[in-house]
C-alpha cells in the first residue's frame, strides 16, 4: 500500500511510524515532506528483479515533475540552464527549508546551508542509470521501451548533460572539472568525485549500448561529444608520507589536501584501488565509501564485469577489502557491492548478519539505524543483495548462482533483462530445475559462480557456456 499512490515509499517508516517516551506517533526522523535520494533510492533499485516495476513509477514521476522547477532554479542561481536533483527535496522538487537554510540575510540564492548537500550533483546521474536499468527490463526494442524512454529518460539525460557541461569549467585537455563538488555527504570538499564521475561513465556506456533505433541521431551525437569530456576513473596507490599525487592539470582548489582516503597499517601490501576523487579534503563527515561507488550503484568494475578503461577487478576487489568504514546496516552498501564482486563468504556473513538484527513485533519491521522506525533500507539492502547473489547481467548475459554457497538449496523466480524471468532451484549445490522465459534467452546463460552447476547429464536443463 505504501508505494502503489502518488508518493514515493518513504524511506524513514514507510506508511507506519512509532510513538515512544519522547515523541507521539506523527514524528518522523528528518522530516514528514522530504524525500532524501541517498536513503530513498535503494528501495528502488531492489524493485528490477523482483518485477516491482510498476511499483517504481511513482519514483520516477515525482522527478519527472520536478524537471521544470530543477531547470528554473539553474537559471535562477547560476545563470545557465540544467537540471541538478537535489540530495533533499520535498515532493515538487524544492529544496527542504531547513537544508536550503531559513536564514538568507547576506547569503547568495544559490548558497545552500548545509554542507553535507551543498555541491552534491550525483543524484541527477544516478536516477538517470537506475531510469536505463528499468529501460533494459523491456523488450528492447518495443514500443513500450520507446515510450518509456522518450517520456522519462530523455528530458531527465538533456537537462542532467546540460547541467554538467554548463556548469563546470574544462581544463586544458577538454574534460570537465567538477568544482566545487564533494564526494556525497563524506567528503565535502572534492574534485572530480568518483561518484559523478563513475556515473557519468556508467551512464553514457549504457545509453551508447542501447540499440541505435532507440535514439535519436542529435542525441548519440551529443552523447558522443558529452563522453570525451568525462574525466578519468582515478586510482592510486599509498604513498609513505600518507600523500598522493597532486594532478598537475588541475590548478582549481589548490588547498586541498591530497590525501589518500585508505589507511593501512605499515608493512601491507601496497596495492592500486579507487580514490574517491581527484583531489579532496580528507575530512570525514558520514560513514559512506564514495571509492566503492564503481562497484555499486555503477557497476563499472566486478567479478563478472568486462573490464573497463583498463582497470581490473583486482582493483575493485582490493578497493573493497580496503574500504575506510565497514558497516552492515541501514543503507550502507557493503554487502551489495561484496555480491557484485562475488565475494561468497563475506556477503553470506553480512546477510545472516542484516536478518538477525532486532525487528519489532512484526517481522520485517527493523529498528533504526538511520533512519528511522521501522528502517526500512535496512531489509531493501539485504533483498537487493539476495538477488545480486543469485543472478546478474552482463550485457546480455544472465548470470546465474554468481555469488551463491555451496551448502544452502533455494527456489526462486526472478526476473532479468530483455523481459526476461528466471525461475530455478538448487539442492544441495546441484542445479534440480530451471525455466528461462521467453526460451530463447537460454542461450545467454552463464553459471558463473560455484554453486549450483547443471550435472552433464541434466544438460537439457539449459545450456551451458563453458
Known amino acids: 500500500a505504501g508505494g502503489r499512490g502518488e508518493q514515493p515509499i518513504k524511506f524513514n517508516g514507510g506508511l507506519f511510524t512509532v510513538g515512544s517516551d519522547q515523541f507521539d506517533e506523527d514524528y518522523r526522523q528528518w522530516g514528514g515532506g522530504g524525500f532524501w535520494f541517498q536513503n530513498t533510492r535503494l528501495i528502488y533499485w531492489s524493485m528490477l528483479e523482483s518485477g516491482d516495476f510498476e511499483l517504481m513509477d511513482p519514483f520516477f514521476l515525482m522527478h519527472n515533475r520536478s524537471l521544470k522547477l530543477h531547470e528554473a532554479r539553474s537559471m535562477r542561481w547560476y545563470q545557465h540552464g540544467g537540471v541538478r536533483v537535489p540530495e533533499v527535496a520535498m515532493f515538487w522538487g524544492g529544496y527542504a527549508g531547513e537544508t536550503y537554510g531559513c536564514e538568507r540575510e547576506d547569503q547568495p540564492v544559490w548558497a545552500v546551508s548545509n554542507p553535507y548537500i551543498r555541491h552534491s550533483t550525483s543524484q541527477g546521474v544516478e536516477l538517470l542509470a537506475m531510469q536505463l536499468e528499468r529501460l533494459w527490463y523491456f523488450d528492447i526494442p518495443s514500443r513500450a521501451a520507446g515510450e518509456f524512454l522518450e517520456g522519462l529518460i530523455l528530458p531527465l539525460l538533456d537537462g542532467v548533460v546540460s547541467f554538467y557541461t554548463r556548469h563546470f569549467q574544462e581544463d586544458r585537455e577538454g574534460k570537465l572539472i567538477l568544482s566545487p563538488s564533494q564526494c556525497l555527504e563524506t567528503l565535502q570538499e572534492a574534485i ?22 532507440l535514439l535519436p541521431a542529435s542525441v548519440l551525437t551529443a552523447l558522443q561529444g558529452f563522453s570525451s569530456k568525462i574525466p578519468k576513473v582515478m586510482t592510486g596507490r599509498q604513498r609513505s608520507n600518507g600523500q598522493c599525487e597532486r594532478s598537475a592539470r588541475v590548478t582549481t582548489k589548490e588547498t586541498l589536501s591530497c ?41 563499472l568494475f566486478g567479478r563478472f564485469q ?86 546478474q547481467s552482463a550485457g546480455d548475459k544472465i548470470l546465474l548462482f554468481p555469488t551463491w554457497p555451496r551448502g544452502w538449496s533455494v527456489h526462486f523466480r526472478l526476473h532479468a533483462r530483455r523481459n526476461t524471468v528466471v525461475e530455478a532451484s538448487c539442492e544441495e549445490g546441484r542445479l534440480v530445475f530451471l525455466n528461462i522465459s521467453p526460451p530463447h534467452r537460454r542461450k545467454d546463460v552463464v553459471f558463473a559462480g560455484e554453486a549450483c552447476h547443471p550435472s552433464r547429464h541434466e544438460a537439457n536443463l539449459v545450456e551451458v557456456e563453458e
Open 259 to 299: 590525501l589518500q582516503e585508505t589507511r593501512r597499517p605499515a608493512g601491507e601490501d601496497d596495492t592500486e584501488r579507487f580514490l574517491p576523487a581527484e583531489l579532496w579534503l580528507d575530512k570525514r563527515e558520514n560513514v559512506e565509501n564514495p571509492e566503492l561507488y564503481p562497484i555499486f550503484p555503477f557497476p
Open 192 to 213: 572530480n568525485p568518483l561518484p559523478d564521475v563513475a556515473g557519468l561513465v556508467h551512464v553514457l556506456r549504457e545509453l551508447l549500448s542501447l540499440p541505435a533505433s
Open 306 to 391: 568486462p573490464p573497463s578503461q583498463n582497470i581490473s577487478h583486482g582493483i575493485a576487489a582490493s578497493s573493497f577489502r580496503h574500504r575506510r568504514v565497514s558497516c552492515n546496516v541501514g543503507w550502507c552498501q557493503d554487502i551489495i557491492q561484496a555480491s557484485l564482486l562475488g565475494l561468497v563468504n563475506e556477503t553470506v556473513a553480512m546477510l545472516v548478519d542484516r536478518v538477525r538484527a532486532p525487528t519489532l513485533r512484526f517481522p520485517g519491521f527493523w529498528l533504526q539505524h538511520f533512519d528511522f522506525t521501522p528502517e526500512v533500507d535496512h531489509g531493501v539492502v539485504a533483498k537487493l543483495a539476495l538477488q545480486k547473489m543469485l543472478i
